[in-house]
């Protein structure tokens, strides 16, 4: 995923920590799905570091995702421009 102009590997999976300084700054308008590309654009706007460690996460368990992905796709889009 592209957000912000920071490539992340998965920002919508929802488990993220965060220093002190991101929690002062980061404000989130976004309750929805599009929360994560919004934490992103904030988290470049205000020159904060993104690290990744991996994790495992599972999206083709029936019953786990809460919209079609499609249409959240268009929903997160659609909520950046």
Aim: proline content about 2%.
């Amino acid at each position: 995923m592209l957000a912000g102009n920071i490539k992340t590997t998965d920002s919508q999976s929802g488990y993220q920590a965060y220093s002190r300084k991101a929690i002062e700054k980061i404000r989130i308008t976004n309750h929805d799905m599009g929360a994560g590309s919004e934490i992103l654009t904030q988290v470049k706007n205000y020159d904060l570091k993104v690290v990744e460690t991996p994790i495992t996460v599972r999206y083709d368990i029936d019953g786990t995702l809460a919209k079609n992905p499609w249409r959240h796709g268009v929903d997160v889009l659609g909520e950046q421009i």
